[in-house]
């Protein structure tokens, strides 16, 4: 175990480039099995949940090389399993997204219920398994193991999600690229990483296209090259880095963020009166004064992302004011407010009582459970301790270390394997940027 040192108090300044998505890579490493060529992939950030990928690539018998620091070539002409050995389920979620080319390609699947983050408190899988099934797939779960048997092969549908799943969306299209016939999917998630893996499948001959709205239409086809593809910069660390220049009362320029994909970023930018300028060099984060008291809801692409929903949480704790957020994509992703509380900050739970909650809210909303915790009032400004405590997922341990940037004081951050899941050395660049920050093994 490792952890980070942290002597907060020093504003964060300079200029900062980002890595590939981490909700991309990974996931365009697991659809190259889809190809029976070499691939080259460009700008893959080296983080935890990339190394497992890798390593479950090579268990399978697929070869997965990474050659100077951020390009990675694979090849799955020869893989030889399609089943994903239980001790990978724990670490991540990734095992999940194997089943759509392990079906493609054996026309079978075995892989162990997925773990990742502590998200809510169920991550649901039944849109996933219940589109497997419309490929006319037979799905089993026996203990923690999922069986997924296509006796007749892959054949393609119409499908419809009840609710608009980021990965779930990912698994179909990746089931139905070599399925027999079209496929028509509804509902279907818009998230930046999706097109990306869309690009980079059709790059190597698949038929996919999005239609109106949510719409995507898949034309199956027999076969797939392999294909050269560079990765989108990951839109979660451009707005890391951006929250850590605001609260840190600093001036960073991050290089290579894409505008289009923080739109919604912007506009709750303004409300709190935050600085921020968009250039050709890329795009400023300041701070340029007081800031305002905002509300922010999480909805899935455009809307406000769930995952920056644990940033976001430090302008509030810095604002003259009550600032509300409310998380309507998952049930109960407030892990972080109790370790917040326990260090000074003044954090109330409400509901946000939606007219319609079965619309309002994007998990299955269940009218037996109370949801008193799905909304929280942060009065600001607080005057948190220096923080010492053990993180048990990214969001939580990217936006504690992101506080301790800003505390005067020393803070430990301890199991910070976490934050290495999904940022690509984060404490050197942290450090370049003039944070006191080091890495120390416990």
Not at 195 to 207: Q, R, T
Not at 356 to 367: G, L, S, T
Request: contains cysteine; charged residues 25%.
């Amino acid at each position: 175990m490792e952890k980070f040192i942290v002597e907060g108090g020093n504003p964060l300044k300079g200029s900062v480039s980002l890595r590939g998505a981490k909700n991309a890579s990974f996931k365009l490493l697991i659809a190259s099995l889809l190809t029976e060529s070499e691939n080259i992939f460009l700008q893959i950030s080296q983080i935890g949940d990339v190394k497992l990928v890798l390593e479950i690539l090579q268990d399978l018998g697929v070869k997965a090389e990474i050659h100077g620091k951020r390009t990675i070539y694979t090849n799955a002409k020869e893989i030889k399993k399609f089943v994903i050995e239980e001790r990978f389920g724990a670490k991540s979620r990734a095992s999940l997204m194997f089943a759509g080319p392990l079906l493609a390609r054996f026309g079978k699947a075995e892989f162990p219920m997925p773990g990742g983050d502590k998200i809510g408190s169920v991550r649901a899988l039944d849109r996933h398994f219940d589109g497997f099934k419309n490929f006319g797939v037979d799905v089993t779960i026996d203990g923690n193991m999922v069986r997924l048997f296509a006796k007749n092969g892959l054949k393609g549908c119409y499908y419809k999600f009840a609710k608009p799943t980021h990965t779930g969306t990912e698994n179909m299209i990746m089931t139905a690229v070599l399925a027999d016939g079209k496929t028509i999917l509804e509902n279907c998630g818009l998230e930046p990483e999706i097109d990306d893996l869309i690009k980079y499948l059709n790059s190597c001959g698949a038929k996919i296209k999005r239609t109106v709205g949510r719409t995507i239409e898949i034309e199956g086809v027999s076969y797939l090259k392999g294909s050269v593809h560079r990765v989108i910069p990951d839109r979660n660390q451009a707005i890391t880095f951006a929250i850590g220049a605001i609260i840190t009362g600093g001036d960073v320029i991050i290089e290579d963020a894409n505008p289009e994909h923080l739109d919604v970023f912007f506009k709750k930018l303004d409300e709190a009166n935050a600085g921020y300028e968009i250039n050709e060099f890329g795009i400023r984060f300041f701070y340029k004064g007081e800031l305002h008291p905002t509300f922010v809801c999480t909805k899935p692409h455009p809307g406000f992302m769930t995952d920056w929903q644990p940033i976001w949480i430090n302008l509030p704790l810095i604002t003259n004011g009550v600032s509300e957020v409310v998380e309507a994509v998952y049930d109960g992703r407030f892990q972080h407010v109790e370790v917040f509380k326990s260090f000074g900050a003044k954090i109330e739970y409400f509901d946000p009582k939606p007219s319609n909650p079965n619309e309002f809210y994007n998990f299955n909303y269940d009218p037996n459970k109370t949801y008193d915790q799905q909304g929280i009032r942060i009065f600001g400004p607080a005057n948190l301790k220096p923080i010492n405590t053990q993180v048990f997922d990214l969001r939580l341990g990217a936006t504690l270390l992101l506080s301790s940037l800003r505390i005067k004081g020393k803070s430990e951050i301890f199991n910070i394997s976490e934050i290495d899941r999904g940022y690509d050395e984060f404490d050197k660049k942290l450090e370049i940027l003039g944070a006191k920050i080091r890495r120390e093994k416990v």
